[in-house]
């Protein structure tokens, strides 16, 4: 990879949340570092009509898809990337304004494949408890931490790998695009790492949904655990659903025992779909 030309391809799919999304573009173009970027727009709701007009910049690409899949919508804009270095970012998202630079000079100086770092919500606070501060080499035990909303990687080596769009939202799986991703870059010796000290901010809506639209939430995030769990359970051991259930049930047991039913629901309906997801799942 020529890191000279510090080209980088940003890849957002997108259904309606164009309001965050004009936040994002802006702070995009106004990265340091002098990059040379182009945003590519995967706009997966057909009655968005306007978004070209509304983000119409010579860096952004606009490519509508008729299908509200998440991993195809992600694969269709790595064909279109021209770049070797490519990130996803979520239409939700905020990014400070060094957030490229310090990506961009990790990878560099790690030799990174693949990266992922750390996740804020509104609040300043990690969006899961397995995200330290911490710089992580990951393999196939420490993986928890990394989520798709942070990930970088380098075409070159791995042009080849696309997301299997079994998983992801839209797919049968709902969740776990990227953990198959970095479980099949680990298995062709590719480096992928985990960066506590490079932040963005996502923010954490799940306190304002219904009980019923949190559980079927969290089910679809379960399905894609327990697929994945069964499509790797050589890598992640033979007792790895064993192990992920009775944290599933701890975690039930603490939140039923303080009466915080909204984590309650999260983690019941996290082992439910878990459950389903690995019996589904044919690899």
Not at 13 to 35: A, V, W
Not at 134 to 154: D, G, Q, V
Not at 186 to 204: A, D, E
């Amino acid at each position: 990879m020529n890191f000279n030309k510090k080209n980088i391809d940003v890849i957002i799919p997108t259904i309606s949340n164009l309001n965050n999304l004009s936040k994002l573009i802006i702070q995009i173009l106004s990265q340091k570092g002098s990059f040379k970027v182009c945003i590519f727009i995967i706009n997966q709701n057909f009655k968005n009509k306007e978004l070209k007009k509304i983000f119409y910049n010579s860096k952004i690409k606009h490519i509508k898809i008729l299908k509200k899949k998440l991993s195809k919508a992600k694969n269709i804009g790595i064909d279109f990337s021209k770049s070797s270095l490519v990130t996803f970012l979520d239409d939700d998202v905020l990014i400070p304004n060094d957030y490229f630079l310090k990506c961009y000079n990790f990878i560099k100086k790690y030799k990174v494949d693949v990266l992922f770092n750390k996740i804020l919500d509104n609040q300043n606070k990690t969006l899961t408890l397995s995200m330290s501060n911490n710089i992580l080499k990951i393999n196939e035990k420490n993986w928890r931490c990394c989520l798709a909303s942070t990930m970088w990687f380098k075409k070159s080596g791995l042009s080849n790998i696309k997301f299997d769009e079994r998983f992801g939202i839209g797919g049968p799986f709902g969740s776990g695009e990227e953990t198959d991703y970095l479980m099949r870059s680990l298995k062709r010796g590719k480096r992928v790492f985990y960066n506590g000290q490079i932040n963005i901010v996502h923010p954490n809506d799940n306190n304002y949904l219904s009980k019923k639209e949190c559980f079927e939430k969290f089910k679809n995030y379960g399905f894609g655990q327990g697929a994945l769990l069964k499509k790797f359970q050589k890598e992640f051991g033979k007792f790895s659903l064993i192990e992920s259930t009775l944290r599933s049930v701890i975690a039930i047991l603490y939140f039923l025992f303080f009466l915080k039913s909204q984590k309650l629901i999260q983690h019941l309906a996290l082992l439910v779909g878990k459950l389903k997801g690995y019996r589904k799942f044919i690899p």
